[in-house]
């Protein structure tokens, strides 16, 4: 037998909710695109609508309990995940192709979102530092 | 070109999405009294239509354009966010953020490449 296994501190443990919490907000658009195959309020359209719509109830009462755990930063970083899988739903469910340029566009995006995100803490930083800029 | 007049759909409602979270935030910057008003007021429930609007737009959106396409033009909430921070809450804009917004731009046109 090993030892005890040691206890995940609770960021690790907040950090793999945020990203199940993305993983179930990444599925409104398989919802949503299939919502739209559907004819105006059908009973399917409504399903599918229905769908969609509980998905962003549990996403925003996920998102407000993971901001009172995580920097605001750190969850606005991790949440470009979600273009990852928009790629990975849209081929598994759809069978839209995956082209270079597409993985090339997207890695470009999710720096820039990145990026963002660390400018932003920075500068929260600074504000609440009292200092300039 | 239907790819085009659709994504464009899309990118109003995210324009629109980020416009509600601006007014939810004006909201929030005020004292309504009462944990009631706080969401039972005006300025907040507008925003909810404008955003469960926004909902219907996407769904529209996608007739046309494929799923993996929407969180990339969800990204350009950013590039709103932004500007609604400097021109209503008078925050200020560095050049990382700049840089930032640029890749996401950049991204979008790469991508589009990318859609058969």
Redesign the interface.
Known sequence: MDPQPRKLNSHAIVLIALHVLLLVY?LC??F??N???QPFMSFEFCAF?AG??AI?VVYAIGWQQILKRLPLTVAFANKAI??V???V???V??Q??????????????????V??S???G??RRAEDAGGE? | MEMILYSGIYLVGVFVAAVSQVMLKKAAQKDHGSAVREYLNPLVMFAYILFFLT?LL??????VI???????L??TS?IYITFFGVTIFK??L?W??A??????I???????????
Request: charged share 15%; glycine share 12%; hydrophobic share 50%.
């Open positions: 990444s658009g398989f949503s695109k919502a739209s195959r609508y969609m719509l962003l979600t273009v899988w928009g790629i739903w849209g081929a469910f759809f839209e192709p995956i082209t270079p340029p597409m993985i090339a566009g997207a890695a470009i995006v999710m720096a820039g979102i990026l963002f660390i400018a932003d920075e500068e800029g | 909902t996407t769904i529209y959106a996608y007739k494929p799923i993996s396409l929407g969180p990339i969800e990204a950013y925050e200020k560095g990382k953020k840089i930032a917004l640029v890749l996401i950049v991204g979008i046109v790469v991508y589009s490449f990318g859609i058969s």
